[in-house]
């Protein structure tokens, strides 16, 4: 057996160098992603065997055990973690609801994370939203015994967002009592005449000092307009932000406290998106929706850096949620708070294809909401 693991770990550090070789090709020529791409899942195919194969050499040194402990053995699953560890693909384990199980330390960095962070959590959730029922229905089918399933996606990597062709695979082990899913990530295989997401922005925006100085614009135009006129005009307000800060705003203000509760509300969106999507954005703001609902009656803000809960601004009138039709990824909503309590709630919403929300964005977004709140006039 020792022999099998040594052939085994030879075949890994060449695959590896394989898979490094693709990476690069993948970067300096972009405009051949489809056959790097099928290059790469000839690769994964391949792990997947070497993974079937430590497997079956894990099984056979746990069956021929006898009562006493087989001298070496220890060291022997030793190495078979560290195969796993180290495999220069990603790749995840999952448990029969999706959770994640084990995951290696190319997949922990896919998903930016550490494994023994990202173990115990849905994967679904790092899964751009519009896919997450497909990828469940896929989860399901392989489960049952259907057969290995693929499909393109995007998945969320340290704020940032990745376009990525998941690879998923039932496993049986006789230590488990239910099946696994062994999903493997690789370059995504769709073209560009293909229809998807929304392209990825470019990943300049994840820097620092573009970032502080995008913050400090919004702050600072943010401060003018206020400034600039007496009556505070809503949509003015979201139109500013949604131009320099987000990809959706929706401005909701209490002008009466109940029982006449009076509201008013502004909601900008890309100049692309479909009216009725707008119009099913600007009723949701009216109706007591899980996130601005409870800014508004517990005062504080609400920041989710990656979504996992679809539903939780509400529904368009066929009862589809509203952040998987905008594609969503991330959220923040903060208070309007003003010299007399919450007034409203200001929540931002962006795109898969942005970079998430973060700490510095919800404090830059809750001086403006207070600015918002001090400058809007009495209740009536």
């Known amino acids: 057996m020792s022999e099998n693991?040594?052939?085994?770990?030879?075949?890994?550090?060449?695959?590896g160098e394989r898979v490094r070789a693709l990476r690069s090709a993948h970067t300096m020529y972009p405009d051949d992603a489809r056959s790097t791409a099928e290059a790469s899942l000839a690769?994964?195919?391949?792990?997947?065997?070497?993974?079937?194969?430590?497997?079956?050499?894990?099984?056979?040194a746990l069956s021929n055990r006898s009562g006493q402990r087989r001298e070496g053995g220890s060291d022997e699953r030793a190495l078979l973690r560290a195969v796993f560890s180290e495999l220069?693909?990603?790749?995840?384990?999952?448990?029969?609801?999706?959770?994640?199980?084990?995951?290696?330390?190319?997949?922990?960095?896919?998903?930016?994370?550490?494994?023994?962070?990202?173990?115990?959590?849905p994967f679904a959730h790092f899964?751009?939203?519009?896919?997450?029922?497909?990828?469940?229905?896929?989860?399901?089918?392989v489960l049952r015994g259907d057969g290995p399933a693929s499909l393109d996606t995007r998945t969320a990597q340290r704020?940032?967002?990745?376009?990525?062709?998941?690879?998923?695979?039932?496993?049986?082990?006789?230590?488990?009592?239910?099946?696994?899913?062994?999903?493997?990530?690789?370059?995504?295989?769709?073209?560009?005449?293909?229809?998807?997401?929304?392209?990825?922005?470019?990943e300049v925006e994840d820097q620092v000092v573009v970032l502080a100085?995008?913050?400090?614009?919004?702050?600072?135009?943010?401060?003018?307009?206020?400034?600039?006129?007496?009556?505070?005009?809503?949509?003015?307000?979201?139109?500013?932000?949604?131009?320099?800060?987000?990809?959706?705003v929706v401005l909701d203000v209490l002008d009466r406290p109940e029982p006449a509760r009076a509201r008013r509300a502004a909601v900008a969106g890309p100049a692309d998106a479909p009216d009725d999507l707008r119009s099913s954005v600007e009723q949701a703001v009216t109706e007591e929706t899980d996130v601005p609902g409870r800014v508004l009656a517990?005062?504080?803000s609400l920041l989710h850096p990656l979504i996992e809960d679809e539903e939780v601004l509400g529904h368009d009138g066929a009862g589809a949620p509203l952040l998987g039709l905008i594609g969503a990824g991330s959220l923040l909503s903060v208070p309007l708070r003003g010299s007399r309590g919450v007034r409203g709630t200001l929540t931002l919403i962006r795109r898969?294809?942005?970079?998430s929300f973060r700490l510095a964005d919800l404090g830059l977004i809750e001086e403006i909401g207070e600015h918002i709140g001090l400058a809007l006039p009495p209740r009536a």
């Open 127 to 141: 899964v751009d939203l519009r896919n997450r029922a497909a990828l469940r229905s896929w989860l399901a089918s």
């Open 159 to 202: 704020g940032w967002a990745e376009d990525v062709h998941l690879t998923l695979t039932r496993l049986e082990l006789p230590t488990e009592p239910h099946p696994l899913v062994l999903v493997a990530l690789s370059p995504p295989m769709h073209g560009s005449e293909d229809e998807g997401p929304a392209p990825l922005e470019p």
């Open 5 to 15: 693991l040594a052939g085994l770990q030879r075949e890994i550090t060449a695959l």
């Open 352 to 355: 898969s294809n942005r970079s």
């Open 213 to 248: 100085a995008r913050r400090l614009d919004v702050l600072t135009r943010m401060t003018r307009l206020l400034l600039r006129r007496p009556g505070l005009a809503l949509d003015e307000i979201a139109d500013l932000l949604a131009d320099s800060y987000a990809d959706w």
């Open 88 to 121: 220069p693909v990603p790749v995840i384990l999952l448990d029969q609801d999706g959770y994640i199980r084990r995951i290696n330390n190319a997949g922990a960095d896919q998903l930016g994370g550490a494994p023994g962070y990202l173990a115990g959590k």
């Open 298 to 300: 517990e005062g504080e």
């Open 43 to 60: 690769e994964l195919e391949y792990a997947e065997r070497l993974l079937k194969d430590a497997g079956s050499e894990l099984a056979g």
